[in-house]
């Protein structure tokens, strides 16, 4: 069974930093795109990130680039996205999703298989 779990989210300051990790199982870690969306009240789902295990393949949306930053760690079967200098706009639920079929590390909520719940991140100003 496929699972995911983010969490990491929080209340901080606008220029501060956060953490989000994805613990995951039930799938071959050798062999995945993870994508990291976020949710803010009233608006769509939007792509932030994704990491592609097969060559290490990372996608950021314009509107992160350059503040955040996806890796994994194999041993751990965790994604994470580390999030700097966080602006009011990127409060939002952050979720993570696994991509076990199509593989292709997009921003496209469509192409993924399997969610995980959402961690919440709220940026003050």
């Known amino acids: 069974e496929v699972q995911l779990q983010a969490s990491g989210g929080g209340l901080v300051q606008a220029g501060g930093s956060l953490r989000l990790s994805c613990a995951t199982s039930?799938?071959?870690?050798?062999?995945?795109?993870i994508g990291w969306f976020r949710q803010a009240p009233g608006k769509e789902r939007e792509g932030v990130s994704c990491?592609?295990?097969?060559?290490?393949?990372?996608q950021y949306a314009d509107s992160v680039k350059g503040r955040f930053t996806v890796s994994s760690d194999n041993a751990k079967n965790t994604v994470y996205l580390q999030m700097n200098n966080l602006k009011p706009d990127d409060t939002a639920v952050y979720y993570c999703?696994?991509?076990?079929?199509?593989?292709?590390?997009?921003?496209?909520?469509?192409?993924?298989?399997?969610w995980g719940q959402g961690t919440q991140v709220t940026v003050s100003s």
């Open positions: 999703a696994n991509d076990y079929t199509y593989l292709g590390c997009t921003l496209h909520a469509a192409m993924y298989d399997s």
């Open positions: 990491i592609k295990s097969s060559d290490g393949m990372t």
């Open positions: 039930g799938f071959s870690f050798d062999d995945y795109a």
